[in-house]
């Protein structure tokens, strides 16, 4: 292994959570198997769904380096805020632009709908209406797994306490 690997390996903190950022994208796959029968390579790596991997890496990190630095120390008080705001943009930020990208997929996909609505216009405008629906429908939808549910930040804050005190 080179240096590079060494330094890598040898760091508690990072190991602890990157276990704890894995085992969310696991367990995240094997629930999305589980209620759609159907393996879905996407939530190996995507964001949102149960459990939070954003809350189990900072959550992990938070312990890990209460464990390591102890509760009085800057580091920790560094960390314990870095997982606050993260977990909130979960369940703010990122959970409102999911519910906006679900907004805008319906509507975008259901412009084809509208051209029944249409079919009385003259030619000129149902033209310009199909040749935007062409447009649109080849455009790819805009991801909805964004943000999480206030649970799924809760079982992603359980599960990193539960990686960075196994692994302490």
Known sequence: MNQFGNILFSNHL???GF???CSAQLIKTLLTFIHFKEFR???LFGAGGMPS????????????????????????????????V?????????????EQAKVLNKMI????DMNKIFDQ??????????????????RKEL?????HTPLEVLGGALLGILVASILQ
């Open 41 to 43: 390579a996407e939530r």
């Open 121 to 138: 216009l003259n030619a000129e405008i149902e033209e310009a209406i199909e040749s935007s629906t062409n447009a649109i429908s080849d």
């Open 19 to 21: 276990v704890a950022w």
């Open 86 to 98: 993260v977990m909130y943009d979960a369940m703010g930020v990122r959970r409102a632009a999911g």
């Open 143 to 147: 991801k909805e797994f964004l943000g």
């Open 53 to 84: 991997s954003h809350s189990a890496l900072v959550c992990s990190l938070t312990v890990a380096m209460a464990q390591s630095e102890g509760f009085q120390s800057p580091l920790f008080a560094l960390t314990l805020f870095f997982a606050m």
């Open 109 to 112: 996909f259901s412009f084809k």
């Open 14 to 16: 990072i190991n602890v």
